[in-house]
């Protein structure tokens, strides 16, 4: 049987485009913070905000760009037909607890400048992070299949 390998080499292009709108993101943040707490909170009064957003926003995209490298990761081991390996399990429990860092940054982040967006984005990646972890049990089961199967053949 003949195995689709184009789409993890298309999603793997994908996560290095996303890693590079990703870096320029980050690299254009304070101007992007900038602009939009001077747009939006021009007249609270509150000096700590455009430092709180750029702590925020640089902590979870910077997450978010080690997200990104371990799919690229995980899909390149796709490609190269050998999905059930240590390291996909080592990827999969590191996208988790980013996933998780994410999710407790936004939930201070609720805490401190409430929108329903914000709770949207606790719940996803909380999800995701859970997702992640079970998905490694998994693998982590299947590999210790994998290696007594070939140990019996």
Request: net charge positive; aromatic share 18%.
């Amino acid at each position: 049987m003949k195995k689709r390998i184009w789409l993890p080499r298309i999603l793997s292009v994908v996560m290095v485009l996303l890693m590079v709108v990703a870096v320029i993101s980050i690299i254009f943040l304070p101007w992007i913070v900038t602009d939009y707490v001077n747009y939006a909170f021009a007249f609270t009064g509150i000096t700590f905000i455009r430092q709180y957003y750029l702590g925020v926003l640089y902590g979870s995209g910077l997450l978010a760009l080690a997200v990104l490298y371990e799919l690229r990761r995980i899909f390149d081991s796709c490609v190269a037909n050998t999905p059930f390996i240590m390291r996909n399990v080592t990827s999969l429990k590191r996208i988790g607890i980013s996933a998780f860092i994410i999710g407790f940054i936004f939930t201070t982040k609720a805490i401190f400048f409430f929108t329903y967006l914000t709770l949207i984005v606790i719940f996803v990646f909380a999800l995701a992070s859970l997702f992640c972890f079970v998905l490694a049990d998994v693998f982590e089961e299947a590999i210790h299949y994998k290696n007594e199967n070939d140990l019996t053949i």
